[in-house]
């Protein structure tokens, strides 16, 4: 029997769903949520149309052992909800400093997953950071209200490359200093 092996990543309990590492078999709901150009134009990465392959190329990425981030699902399995509800993301940047990214799918907008996802990561910190950076699209304003729930404060403006978008789009910026 074969069984995958998953890199050392903690597993972070949220109230209504787990947040633990990817696996290959996420590719099939990441795929069908992503494919969704309302996703896929709320982030700097996702193309639309989304290519075929792409979502089991991200699970890859994610799974490997020398990677610079870390990737969790947000799973509801316990709870009877979907086995993939989104994703929370934090990569590392310079020393003591990550840059968080989450998404979720459409179908679970506007339940608070996206904040108590980003609430969990925060609070159980698993990089050591010093500093959190986030940044949104200008568009989105639901995504910075999830950052500003989560203690984050506005730093300015900026500006993003979006593969789907296949342009710059302005941004807002933010941090949150940790303890």
């Not at 998953?6 to 947040?19: C, G």
């Not at 799973?75 to 990550?98: C, F, I, K």
């Amino acid at each position: 029997m074969f069984q995958e092996i998953i890199s050392a990543q903690p597993v972070i309990e949220a109230d209504r769903f787990t947040l633990r590492p990817l696996r290959k078999s996420d590719a099939g709901l990441i795929s069908m949520y992503t494919s969704d150009p309302r996703v896929a134009l709320g982030t700097r990465a996702i193309p639309h149309p989304l290519p075929p392959g792409a979502a089991e190329a991200f699970v890859a990425r994610a799974m490997a052992e020398k990677r610079t981030e870390d990737v969790w699902v947000l799973d509801g399995s316990a709870q009877e909800l979907a086995e993939v509800l989104g994703v929370v993301s934090l990569t590392r940047l310079e020393d003591g400093q990550s840059e968080v990214g989450f998404w979720v799918g459409p179908g679970f907008w506007n339940t608070g997953f996206a904040s108590e996802a980003v609430a969990a990561l925060i609070a159980a910190n698993p990089h050591k950071a010093r500093t959190l950076f986030a940044e949104v699209f200008q568009d989105n304003p639901g995504s910075a209200r999830v950052l500003s729930h989560c203690g984050f404060d506005y730093l300015g403006d900026a500006e993003s490359y979006s593969v789907a978008r296949g342009a710059r789009v302005p941004t807002w910026t933010y941090v949150k200093k940790m303890a």
